[in-house]
């Protein structure tokens, strides 16, 4: 979520150089470079604060808006913050990296209890939250993949999900997912080639020898965070059920399907006021045109400054019960037909050009032998430099670290 908050905070700056820029095609005469630099900037404290019913060591983020010429966001550091409930009980955070808080014990969120959060920053400013309380907690019932198209046509899979509250008391769901997928270097060989330098003293002479490659480079996996807002409510139906809600779609050529593929879905239950929160954060982040209706504004939560009531503070205090389930597919058991992710596995082949010298031709070879880019895939004996001697391939077809990392998850299951 701190992501989104980050995208946010973009489009606002974005939205102001456009604006800029169709100012100087109106008046046709901007012409000279110039240095952009954001005036009237306003330091906001981001806050990204969710607790759950989950026994753990509960986690917040803490950081501020930054400027349009500036990397990234500004994390707030050295910060107390503590979580109150109304039985008395203070649960303190340290922060164990840069602007993340972690609590010091472990706890869950408890139903009948209300929570607030408290936070004092280094510059000595405090703020506090509305009270909170945990919602009623709804598991999921199903979550399982579906071939489909997607509303732009493009064809993949969806990832379903179905949950349904007897009670009727869970009605706001809010979603993030945590996917993993395996990537195999469809053309790695188990031998590489590298330049080495041989003789003595008076005579040194660079040439090359095979040397094997690591088997670590031909099945990797990566993982990705969802970092959009995915919601949905049943305040319209009959019942409080969730019924093939699209958390995700792949398209088919993306690299997460190309092979075997793992999603985690975790659904919050949240309150009112927090999918409120959200559907507004939603609706800011969409609006992408400079022309579009949505306009921009600030986006109140539920967290305010106790030593200026009228600063203005981005985040949401927020409780939430959270159910969570896992997924695997091979692309075998859905879309083995259709067109997948390939990243250009065509053989090249570096030959004599013409006027070229050997020697010129040899330094050429040891270019593509030293180059990060490219592998190499196979040896032509009894050729010569017209034909070429050596074929290689782009590093994604056959050294897997290109795309993710040879360490196998914990969960992992083949």
């Avoid at 395996?182 to 188990?190: D, E, K, T, Y």
């Avoid at 590489?192 to 002479?205: A, F, H, P, Y």
């Avoid at 001697?389 to 590093?395: E, L, P």
Wanted: glycine share 4%; proline share 4%.
């Amino acid at each position: 979520m701190m992501k989104l908050f980050e995208k946010i905070m973009m489009s606002m700056r974005m939205k102001s150089v456009l604006f800029f820029f169709l100012s100087c095609m109106v008046l046709s005469n901007c012409v000279e470079p110039f240095d952009f630099e954001t005036e009237d900037f306003e330091s906001i404290l981001v806050i990204n604060a969710t607790i759950t019913n989950e026994l753990k060591n509960q986690q917040l983020v803490l950081s501020r808006t930054y400027r349009f010429e500036e990397d990234g966001p500004l994390k707030e550091q050295n910060a107390e913050v503590k979580i109150l409930d109304d039985h008395d009980n203070e649960y303190l955070f340290n922060e164990t990296s840069p602007g993340i808080y972690t609590s010091i014990e472990a706890f869950n969120a408890e139903l009948g209890k209300e929570y607030r959060l408290s936070i004092k920053t280094e510059n000595g400013k405090s703020y506090i939250s509305a009270v909170a309380t945990l919602p009623q907690e709804s598991a999921i019932d199903n979550l399982y993949p579906k071939r489909m198209f997607n509303d732009d046509d493009l064809e993949g899979v969806g990832i379903l999900i179905d949950s349904f509250d007897p009670t009727g008391n869970s009605v706001y769901y809010r979603y993030e997912y945590e996917e993993t997928y395996r990537i195999v270097a469809s053309l790695w060989v188990p031998r590489d080639l590298r330049d080495v330098l041989i003789g003595n003293e008076t005579l040194m002479i660079e040439t090359i020898e095979y040397t094997p490659r690591p088997i670590e480079e031909r099945v990797c996996y990566n993982t990705r965070v969802s970092n959009e807002i995915i919601i949905t409510n049943t305040t319209t139906f009959t019942e409080d059920r969730v019924t093939e809600f699209p958390v995700k779609f792949i398209n088919a050529e993306d690299i997460s399907v190309a092979d075997r593929y793992s999603i985690l879905v975790r659904q919050y239950v949240q309150s009112r006021e927090a999918n409120q929160f959200y559907e507004t954060l939603n609706r800011f982040s969409q609006s992408e045109s400079f022309f579009s209706q949505v306009q921009s504004g600030f986006i109140a939560g539920n967290i305010i400054s106790e030593s200026n009531t009228g600063e203005n503070v981005l985040g949401f205090f927020d409780v939430s019960s959270v159910s969570s389930k896992r997924i695997f597919f091979d692309r075998s058991d859905l879309i083995s037909d259709l067109p997948q992710f390939s990243p250009g596995c065509d053989r090249i082949i570096p030959v004599l050009r013409e006027e070229e010298t050997i020697e010129n031709y040899n330094i050429r070879l040891l270019g593509f032998i030293q180059a990060e880019e490219f592998r190499f895939f196979e040896e032509y004996r009894n050729s010569n430099p017209i034909d070429g001697f050596f074929a290689f391939v782009r590093r994604g077809c056959g050294d897997c670290t290109e795309f993710g990392q040879s360490i196998v998850p914990d969960f992992w299951i083949d």
